[in-house]
């Protein structure tokens, strides 16, 4: 008999647009996850309203992301894929939650700090709690595993202890999931302009390459991306570090090679070298955009792979709330 496959779940706001780093340091790992796990992987968008998007861009960004993922390789004959909003039974198992946290400790959670810094005129109930919420979006599909970055390991460890919570007074119900990544497939992105912060969705855009840059963008990116003018034999700096480790990406080895042994050599042509990789970039991502611009157009498309999500999601869910209302005591007829 086959052994089932552990259940991985993993979520992406629909809040600005895919980049360079969501494919490395998370879509890349999706991808080799569908192969060998049972995996749920979700649009974030009741997430999303802590911000306060605007409605009418809503439903546009939820299936841009849909497909850029699936574009980027996401097999939706491997994964389940939906919207967390498509799942009610989240919301009453985040209410049960929420009994189990503590202000204290969500006062606490540095992305809360920062939030609360960076937008002190809206610091509203769904940010303080938005660890909780989650924590049950991986606890009610019971996931063993969540793909994570270092910056998200601390919500993962609240995943736990609200885990650790409901068990120890109600009865055993969650695993305790634990991060997972493929340890050798981890790769930083870096911003192009050389202040050592990550590539983002919102800030500096210029910075950023996204997936679905036209090929002039891409190129007039990677032509501004800093650079520096050490001596012969110094170290590399970050920002070339940085243009390096992007070379290796969507570069052939002998390419990566050969600017390598010109840094070292003092011969460098940085603008040679950005050249090689815009052209380089290009071939990369061009596939990846003009499918998800595809996908984008056919809507009926993504809203059936997104029901069909929907649904699997759904009735995994509601068996995990059907049992933890039972432990609660909401089982009265």
């Known amino acids: 008999m086959a052994t089932e496959k552990e259940i991985v779940v993993s979520g ?5 647009y895919l980049h ?36 009418k861009d809503l439903k546009g960004n939820v299936m841009r992301v849909l497909a850029e993922n ?11 894929l939906y919207a967390q909003s498509d799942i009610p039974e989240v919301a009453e198992l985040y209410l049960y939650m929420n009994m189990l946290a503590y202000m204290g400790e969500l006062e606490k959670v540095p992305t809360f700090k ?22 049950v979006d991986i606890l009610i599909q019971r996931a063993v595993k969540v793909p994570v970055g270092k910056d998200q390991g601390q919500h993962l460890e609240m995943a736990r202890n609200y885990a650790q919570r409901f068990n120890n007074r109600y009865g055993e119900l969650f695993p305790e999931p634990v991060a997972f990544n493929y340890g050798d497939n981890l790769v930083r992105i870096l911003s192009l302009d050389g202040n050592g912060g990550k590539m983002s969705k919102s800030e500096n855009e210029m910075a950023t390459i996204y997936l679905s840059d036209s090929d002039e963008k891409i ?21 070339v570090q940085n243009l390096i ?5 969507v570069s052939a080895p002998d390419t990566v090679k050969f600017f390598e042994d010109a840094h070292a050599a003092g011969t460098i042509r940085y603008g040679d070298m950005k050249g090689q990789l815009g052209a380089d970039m290009v071939k990369f ?3 990846i955009r003009d ?3 595809e996908l984008q157009r056919d809507t009926t498309y993504l809203e059936k792979i997104m029901k069909a999500g929907a649904e699997k999601a759904r009735a995994n869910a509601a068996q995990t709330l059907q049992q933890a209302r039972k432990l609660i005591g909401f089982n009265y007829y």
């Open 245 to 249: 480790t992007l070379m290796k990406l």
């Open 291 to 293: 499918k998800a611009a």
């Open 70 to 80: 699936i574009a980027s390789g996401l097999d939706p004959e491997k994964v389940t």
């Open 219 to 239: 190129i007039n990116k990677l032509k501004k991306a800093k650079t520096d003018s050490g001596a012969p034999g110094e170290p590399m700096s970050e920002s």
């Open 285 to 287: 991502i061009a596939p």
């Open 12 to 16: 992406i706001r629909p809040t600005g």
């Open 114 to 135: 920062d939030k609360v810094r960076q937008q002190p005129q809206n610091v509203n109930a769904g940010l303080l709690t938005y660890p909780v919420l989650m924590s």
């Open 20 to 55: 360079l780093g969501n494919y490395f340091g998370a879509i890349r790992n999706y991808i080799r996850m569908q192969e060998d796990f049972n995996c749920y992987f979700f649009v974030a968008d009741w997430h999303s309203l802590t911000t306060h998007p605007d409605p």
